[in-house]
C-alpha cells in the first residue's frame, strides 16, 4: 500500500469522529489520496526547477505580544519592522541559485528552483517549513502526484528555536536542513535532529571562546543575560561552565524573551541596576539587545562593558534603536567575513527594482514599470548593497554550495560506488531528500575564497571566529572591527589571539574596565570567602608573622622561605671556589719557600716570619667559608670571631716583616746595634701581644652580646632573611677597627721604608699590599651597610677574599718568581747589593 505525505492542519481537540472513521475507509479501500487541511500559504518568493530548495527568513522579525488561547486555529500572526540583513539572505540565496544553474560544469541539464517564505515567529515559521514539505497543492491522487512537492533541502532559519521546533518535524521525514545562523549547541545532538546541519559554528565554542575573552581581560565578575530559548539557555549555561574553569564567577543569570510581558523586562533591569558587576554578557537575538538597550538607555543605566554573541554583534540594525550609544564599544566573536564576487551587482538591481518600484528586466514577468535609466542612487545609502561585511550571508551561500555538491555528487554517481547498500546509486529521476541527506554527510569543498566546507558528524562546521568590537563611524552608524581571532583548531594556548588594533571601551574609557567582585589581596595577607557568595567574593585578612599568601591558592598563608647564602647557589660556589682557590695557591707558595728556605732570598725576607704569614693566610681564606651554609648559634660565633683574630695575627705578621726589614735597613750604619733589640724572639712576642689584644676583644664580645642567628621578617615581604645578627655592634666595630689600626701602622711604616735601596724591595710590596688591603676594607663599610639579605654575607666574603688574595700576591709573587724562573738572582751578592756587607738573616 503507498502513502503520500500529507499535513493535518491544527484543530480544536474535539475532533469529529466521522471525520475520522472516513479517513480510515479511504485508507481501507486503498485509496492513495491526500487532502490538504486548511490553506496553505504561498512562499514570498519562487523559482521553479528539476530540483527546489526551500528557504526561510524572516525579512519582518518583530510581532505584537498575543496570548494564544488555542480554542481556535492561530492565524498567521503579521509582522512588521522590516530587516534588511534577512532580506540580503534571502536575496544571497537566490544568487547562489542562479549562478549554480548558468555553472556548466556543476548539476548539468538539471535547474535549481527555490521557495522562499518570510514568515516570524517560532509558529509560523512552523507553518512555513510544514507548507516546504507538503507542497500547496490541496489533494494529491495516483493520477496528479507528476511531480514531488517536497523540497530537497530546506535553508534555514537564523534562529535558533524556530530551527529547534520545525527540525524536530521535518527531519522525521529526512529532509535535511541546513542553518547558517542557528548556533545552538544542542542542535549538535543527531539523536534529536538528526538531519540537521549548519554552516556556522556550534555555541559550544563561541562559549569557550567568550569564557576566555572575559578571563583574558581580568573580568572576573560578570552578569549574564540570554533570550529564554535553548538558543540563550544552552548558550550562557556552556559559558559558565567555561567561565568557572577560568576562575570567572557569575552574579547573575537571567533570562527573557521578546514575547514576555513588559513587567519581566524591567525586573531585569533593576538586576542590573543594583549589580555590582561592571561587564555583562548578553547572549541572546538582535530583537531582546534592542529592546534591552533601549530600556536601560531610557532610564539612563550606564557605565557596563557588553560582550555579545553573534547572534546580535554584528547586526546593522542595532544603529537604528534608540539605546544604540549604550552598545558602542561591545565586544564579541563572530565568524569570518568573506567576499562574494558577482553578489554586490545582484544586490544593487533587486534594490534598484524595489527602491524606484520599476522593473530592469524588461522580458520578466512583472507589474513593475520598467525602469527609465534617470533614477539615481547618488543620495540613496543601504545596508543591503554592503558586500563589506560578508559574514553570515557567506554562510548563506556556503550552504547553497552545498546542496549543489551533494546533488551534483549524487547525479555523477557511478554505479558500484554509491553510499547505498552494494554501492547502488539514486534514481537521479525521482530524488528523494534522504538520498540528499547521505550525501550532504561527506560534502567536502573548497570555496572560491579558498575556504574549506564540511561537515563533521554532529553536522558541524569548524570553528574560527573573529573578535569585533563595536565602534561609531563616520556615518553615525556602528561597525564591527575585527580585534583578534579565535580558532579552536589551533593548541590550547595559542586558540585566542589579540591583533594591534586599539579597542574602544564601553562608555568610551581609555583603559581596560575592571569588574572584580573583590580586589586582589595584597602581599602579607590571604583570602576568606564571604559566606554565602561565590568564590570571587572574599576579605583579605593578615597572615601571620612569618607567612605569606600562597600565590597559587590564595585563600591560604604558607610559611614564608627562609633565604641565606648557600652553596648549591651560583654566587655561593663562586665564593667558596676562589676560597679554596686561595688556600691551594698559598700551599703551593708555601711548599715552594720551604723547598728553598736555604736560599739567600727567603733567608733574607726573614723565613719564620714568611711561614707564619703563609698560614694565617691559609686560615684567612678558610674562614670565609664559615659565612656560607645556614647562620647557627654556632657558627655565627665562629665566623666573627675567627675572621677578626685570623686577620690580626696576618697583619701581625706583615708588621713584624716591615719592623725586620727597617731594623735591617738601620743595622747596615757604621756603629748601628739596633738589631738585638728586634731579634726572633721579639718579633714572635710582638704578633702573639697583637694576637692577644684581639683574643681578648672577641672573649669580651661572646661574653657580653655574642652574634645569634636571626630571622629579618621586615626586609622583603615574600621571604624571610636568616642572617646573623652582631649582637653587639661595638664588639663587632672593635674587632674590625683593631684590624684597622694594625693596618695603617703598618702601611705607614712600609711607606716610610720607600727609600730603601732597590735590592731591599720588601717595603714596596708590603706598601703596595697593604694600600690594597687598606682600600678593600674603606670600600666594604658603605658596601656591607647597604647590601640587602643574603648579600651582606656575600660583601664581607669578598672583602676577605681580597684582601687576602692582595697580602699574597704582592708580598709572596715576585719572590717565587725569582726563586723559579730567575735562579741567578737568588745569590746573597745580588740580595746584599754593593753597598752592604752585613748578611741579614733571622
Not at 270 to 292: D, N
Request: glycine content about 6%.
Amino acid at each position: 500500500m503507498r502513502f503520500t505525505v500529507c499535513w493535518l492542519g491544527l484543530k480544536s481537540r474535539a475532533m469529529p469522529l466521522l471525520r475520522l472513521l472516513f479517513s480510515v475507509l479511504l485508507i481501507g479501500k486503498g485509496d492513495s489520496v491526500c487532502r490538504l487541511q486548511g490553506s496553505a500559504q504561498p512562499p514570498e518568493l519562487a523559482q521553479d526547477g528539476d530540483l527546489v530548495i526551500g528557504g526561510i527568513f524572516s525579512f519582518r522579525t518583530g510581532q505584537d505580544y498575543v496570548t494564544n488561547t488555542f480554542q481556535s486555529v492561530p492565524e498567521v500572526r503579521k509582522c512588521k519592522n522590516f530587516n534588511l540583513r534577512e532580506f540580503k539572505f534571502a536575496q544571497t540565496m537566490i544568487f547562489a541559485i542562479n549562478e549554480i544553474n548558468n555553472n556548466p560544469e556543476m548539476l548539468p541539464n538539471v535547474k535549481l528552483g527555490y521557495k522562499i517564505y518570510d514568515n516570524c515567529g517560532t509558529m509560523d515559521i512552523l507553518r512555513a517549513a510544514l507548507a516546504l514539505v507538503s507542497g500547496l497543492k490541496g489533494e494529491i491522487r495516483d493520477d496528479n502526484c507528476t511531480k514531488a512537492e517536497t523540497v530537497q533541502t530546506i535553508l534555514g532559519h537564523s534562529g535558533s528555536r524556530p530551527t529547534i521546533a520545525f527540525e524536530q518535524v521535518v527531519g522525521r521525514f529526512h529532509i535535511p536542513v541546513i542553518s547558517h545562523f542557528a548556533t545552538c549547541a544542542c542542535l549538535s545532538n543527531k539523536k534529536e535532529y538528526p538531519t540537521f546541519f549548519r554552516t556556522i559554528p556550534s555555541d559550544y565554542y563561541q562559549s569557550k571562546a567568550l569564557a576566555k575573552l572575559v578571563r583574558h581581560f581580568g573580568w572576573t565578575w560578570i552578569g549574564a543575560i540570554a533570550v529564554n530559548n535553548k538558543y540563550g539557555l544552552n548558550g550562557v549555561a556552556a559559558f559558565v561552565q567555561g567561565a568557572q574553569e577560568n576562575g570567572v564567577c557569575i552574579e547573575y543569570s537571567e533570562a527573557f524573551s521578546s514575547s514576555d510581558p513588559p513587567d519581566r523586562l524591567q525586573r531585569i533591569i533593576e538586576i542590573i541596576k543594583h549589580g555590582t558587576s561592571k561587564v555583562i554578557l548578553a547572549f541572546m537575538s538582535h530583537r531582546e539587545i534592542k529592546l534591552l538597550s533601549t530600556a536601560l538607555y531610557k532610564q539612563n543605566v550606564t557605565g557596563l562593558q557588553w560582550v555579545g554573541s553573534d547572534a546580535w554583534i554584528t547586526d546593522h540594525s542595532l544603529t537604528d534603536s534608540e539605546g544604540h550609544s549604550i552598545l558602542v564599544g561591545s565586544l564579541g566573536f563572530t565568524v569570518s567575513r568573506a567576499q562574494i564576487p558577482g553578489l554586490e551587482e545582484h544586490l544593487r538591481e533587486d534594490f534598484w527594482e524595489n527602491t524606484f518600484d520599476c522593473s530592469l528586466n524588461e522580458t520578466a514577468n512583472t507589474q513593475r514599470k520598467p525602469c527609465s535609466g534617470f533614477e539615481s542612487l547618488q543620495n540613496v545609502e543601504s545596508q543591503f548593497t554592503d558586500v563589506s561585511e560578508l559574514r553570515f550571508t557567506n554562510n548563506v551561500y556556503k550552504s547553497v554550495y552545498a546542496v549543489a555538491h551533494a546533488l551534483d555528487n549524487l547525479i555523477k554517481c557511478e554505479d558500484g560506488k554509491g553510499p547505498f547498500s552494494t554501492g547502488g546509486c539514486a534514481d537521479i529521476k525521482h530524488i528523494q531528500p534522504w538520498q540528499v541527506l547521505q550525501y550532504l554527510s561527506t560534502v567536502n569543498f573548497t570555496t572560491g575564497e579558498g575556504e574549506r566546507v564540511y561537515f563533521d558528524k554532529n553536522g558541524d562546521s569548524p570553528a574560527r571566529y573573529e573578535l569585533v568590537n563595536l565602534q561609531m563611524t563616520n556615518k553615525g552608524t556602528m561597525d564591527g572591527i575585527t580585534v583578534g581571532i579565535y580558532d579552536a583548531s589551533f593548541p590550547e594556548s595559542h586558540q585566542f589571539i589579540m591583533n594591534n588594533i586599539p579597542v574602544v571601551w564601553g562608555n568610551g574609557l581609555t583603559e581596560v574596565p575592571v569588574s572584580v567582585c573583590s580586589e586582589s589581596c595584597l602581599q602579607g595577607t590571604h583570602k576568606v570567602l564571604q559566606k554565602g557568595r561565590p568564590v570571587c567574593c572574599y576579605d583579605c585578612i593578615p597572615c601571620p608573622a612569618g607567612e605569606i599568601k600562597n600565590q597559587c591558592m590564595q585563600d591560604a598563608c604558607i610559611p614564608k622561605a627562609i633565604e641565606f647564602l648557600v652553596y648549591d647557589e651560583i654566587l655561593g660556589m663562586l665564593l667558596a671556589l676562589f676560597s679554596l682557590l686561595g688556600v691551594f695557591v698559598t700551599m703551593i707558595t708555601t711548599l715552594v719557600f720551604y723547598c728553598h728556605k736555604e736560599t739567600p732570598l727567603v733567608r733574607a725576607n726573614n723565613s719564620e716570619l714568611s711561614f707564619l704569614l703563609l698560614f694565617s693566610l691559609t686560615l684567612c681564606f678558610l674562614c670565609s667559608l664559615t659565612f656560607i651554609g645556614r647562620p647557627s648559634e654556632w657558627s655565627c660565633m665562629l665566623r666573627h670571631t675567627a675572621f677578626g683574630i685570623t686577620f690580626v695575627l696576618c697583619i701581625s705578621c706583615v708588621l713584624g716583616k716591615t719592623i725586620v726589614v727597617l731594623m735591617a735597613f738601620r743595622a747596615t750604619l757604621p756603629g748601628s746595634n739596633v738589631m738585638k733589640w728586634f731579634g726572633p724572639a721579639q718579633q714572635r712576642l710582638s704578633v702573639l701581644a697583637f694576637t692577644l689584644i684581639q683574643v681578648l676583644i672577641c672573649i669580651l664580645w661572646l661574653t657580653i652580646s655574642p652574634p645569634f642567628p636571626f630571622k629579618n621578617l621586615l626586609l622583603y615581604q615574600d621571604r624571610i632573611i636568616l642572617e646573623c645578627d652582631l649582637g653587639s655592634a661595638v664588639g663587632f666595630w672593635a674587632v674590625l677597627g683593631y684590624i684597622g689600626l694594625l693596618a695603617v701602622l703598618c702601611f705607614i711604616l712600609a711607606f716610610l721604608a720607600r727609600k730603601l735601596p732597590d735590592n731591599f724591595n720588601e717595603a714596596k710590596f708590603i706598601t703596595f699590599s697593604m694600600l690594597i688591603f687598606c682600600a678593600v676594607w674603606i670600600t666594604f663599610i658603605p658596601a656591607y651597610v647597604s647590601s640587602p639579605g643574603k648579600f651582606t654575607v656575600a660583601v664581607e666574603i669578598f672583602a676577605i677574599l681580597a684582601s687576602s688574595y692582595g697580602l699574597l700576591f704582592c708580598i709572596f709573587m715576585p719572590k717565587c718568581f725569582i726563586i723559579l724562573f730567575r735562579p741567578e738572582q737568588n745569590t746573597k751578592k745580588h740580595i746584599m747589593g754593593k753597598t752592604f756587607n752585613n748578611d741579614i738573616h733571622h
